[in-house]
């Protein structure tokens, strides 16, 4: 079964440390990673997706096949990063390509002061 | 362009009656999506609807919820006799049509949160 796993509701760092936010999958196949943002009141947006391989507001996620992984990273935190982060999913269902996404439950991201 | 419009944001309904959740595409974008996404979770499919066309909706509940994307007009999620289990936040993307086989990015939108009493 397609699954995506954030394994921490709650990442808690200070500003300047670095920052590495887990997701792991399971997908039988090629997928396509993605890992999507939502601001304070704002609503969800794309942050980068593992085949542009670009980095994004300091962010990284590299895609492993042998570990079934692509953590977030960034190596320095800055306080407009606190947000809702989540890893999503997207590839062929069987003999369907409908191009939905298979969410994470998500990892808030708290960068204090 | 404004982004992908739903409305209404916050919808309160008592258990038994109906909800109607509708969600503007972006201009140019000919796919929607909808998810649901229960209290303390991720985000979960539902429905993908090109104009006048259910492409795959096994992300549904069996009974109670449809979806439609009209030739002209929003798409609309419809939730008949509404139960306590159906409080959530409904969000909607839309994206422009793909190439082959290939999607193109989802925008979403801010979203409706419904409150069934």
């Known amino acids: 079964a397609q699954r995506v796993t954030q394994p921490e509701k709650l990442l808690s760092v200070f500003k300047g440390a670095p920052v590495e936010l887990k997701c792991n999958y399971s997908?039988?196949?090629?997928?396509?990673l993605f890992w999507y943002v939502q601001y304070s009141r704002q609503r969800l947006q794309l942050l980068l997706r593992?085949?542009s391989r670009e980095s994004i507001k300091g962010f990284t996620a590299d895609l492993n096949k042998g570990e079934t992984s692509f953590h977030l990273k960034k190596p320095f935190a800055q306080e407009e990063d606190s947000a809702m982060y989540y890893c999503?999913?997207?590839?062929?269902?069987?003999?369907?390509?409908?191009?939905?996404?298979?969410f994470g439950q998500g990892t808030t991201l708290q960068v204090k002061p | 362009n404004a982004g992908v419009m739903q409305n209404p944001r916050h919808l309160v309904r008592r258990r038994g009656q109906e909800a109607r959740l509708r969600c503007s595409p972006m201009?140019?974008?000919?796919?929607v999506y909808w998810y649901r996404q229960l209290p303390e979770e991720g985000l979960k499919f539902m429905v993908y609807?090109?104009?006048?066309?259910?492409?795959?909706e096994s992300g549904m509940p069996k009974e109670r919820f449809s979806a439609e994307f009209p030739k002209e007009g929003p798409s609309i999620l419809r939730i008949q006799q509404v139960v306590r289990g159906d409080s959530a936040a409904y969000f909607c993307?839309?994206?422009?049509?793909?190439?082959?086989?290939?999607?193109?990015?989802?925008?979403f939108g801010p979203g409706t949160r419904l409150t069934v009493l």
């Open positions: 593992h085949i």
């Open positions: 993307a839309s994206s422009p049509p793909g190439t082959g086989l290939s999607y193109n990015e989802q925008f």
């Open positions: 999503a999913l997207r590839g062929p269902d069987g003999s369907s390509n409908t191009g939905k996404l298979i």
């Open positions: 609807l090109q104009k006048e066309n259910i492409i795959d």
């Open positions: 201009k140019g974008h000919s796919h």
């Open positions: 997908y039988s196949g090629s997928p396509e």
